[in-house]
């Protein structure tokens, strides 16, 4: 049996790689890991998710487990409501940033964390040998669409104060946010105008929310609103735009995010994680504000680990995954925004002045390789990159890395100009190719 879990669970196009078969095993298998066990599912709204969701509980409910089925919800709303709970599983059928035609599955612990490697290893041994249970012993199902209200209130509750007299402008991807962002906001009293607000399914990260934020900048400078703020399909990612339509990425949040903290005296232990592409302008700014940062590999369940390990109350990327930990365990895009709004209301400051950090050029190479495994062990590409990193020393960073999905090595620079990215990139491309 090959392996169904990558970087961030089970992914690829549905009914080509995901079926409704692949999710009934998944479910059932995870029915089989604790008996009579109770599962709440959710979706973003891809046209695929009425078919996977209920295909997994099939499965699950096939295997004795009990389902609680919320529909459309952020995946962080369905990681809070399993540790509420104290569900066995959460799952969350989304491919997240992915184009429609794709879709996946995320499984979370009773805690609310994305499951380690071990028990993603369990899950797909069960996989392979099915638990149809008789009549007598098989679960149940039901929809329970109000907690996700419960996820909306949690969020609220964390700005009390409220956000009157701030004027946003939201886009939510066509997706899993689209009804729940913009309530929390109206709620607690901002002046707000919601984009992109499609639940048909066939638009979900169709140029916009966090990976096309060009339009959202625009209406921001347009309607002369303080902000605006864009979620993808499952809103787990944050991508900001300021008063003069720039636009912030995870980076430049996470620094606003770990000063603002600091300077209120809850950033323990004056850390924060970043992952091995955190902008090194980021890094050594933080540092001269007596914060200091680590690395971890790329993958939110990989910097809630090492957030875990180290201490550290603020981490994320710079795609925009942000893990603010005294509030949830998983990557927000939505609190993460409630929490960046909070601060404008609070401070009364334009957003512009809190991302004063100059950012290093980076750049990423793709190399197709026929075996990834046997060329990133190489010794030759070994000795190469650490020629490099000597080379480069304090001007610069290079991680060599192989794709999680796909047959390519992944070259990543990041250094004082693009013309020594470039030269750095070159060797190593030959190297990669002589191998």
Known sequence: MGSYFGTDGIRGITNEFLTGDLAFKAGNALGQIKNKALIVVGRDTRVSGDMLA??????????????????????AGIAYVTKELKADFGVVISASHNPPEYNGIKVFSSEGYKLDRDLEDEIEKKMASLS???????GRYFQKPELVDSYGLSIENICKEGLKGLKVIIDCSNGASYKVAPKIFEDLGADVVAINVSNAGVDINKDC???HPEKLAKMVVETNSHCGFAYDGDSDRLIAVDEKGNIIDGDKLIYMLANYYKEK????????????H????????????????????????????MMLKDGAVVGGEQSGHIILKNYTTTGDGILSSIAI??????????????????LYPQANFNVKVKDKVRVLNNEQLAKAIEKEKEYL????????????????IRIFTETESEELSKEVTDRLVKVIENI
Do not use: C, W
């Not at 700014?285 to 680990?305: A, F, P, Q, T, W």
């Not at 020393?393 to 390519?408: F, L, Q, Y």
């Open 54 to 75: 209920l295909s997994l509980a099939s499965g699950a409910i096939s295997a004795g487990a009990t389902v609680y089925d919320l529909g459309i919800i952020p995946t």
């Open 341 to 358: 709004a909070k601060i404008l209301a609070e401070t009364k400051r334009p957003l512009s002045s809190f991302i004063d950090v100059q």
């Open 265 to 276: 005296g809850i950033l323990q232990n004056n850390l924060v994680v970043g992952t091995t």
């Open 132 to 138: 149809l249970l008789p009549n007598d012993e098989i």
């Open 209 to 211: 929310g966090a990976l």
């Open 393 to 408: 020393k304090n001007r610069g960073r290079v991680v060599v890395r192989a794709s999680g999905t796909e047959d390519i």
């Open 278 to 305: 955190t902008n090194m302008g980021v890094q050594k700014k933080l540092l001269e504000n007596g914060i200091e940062m680590h690395r971890s590999d790329i993958g939110d369940k990989y910097v809630i680990e």
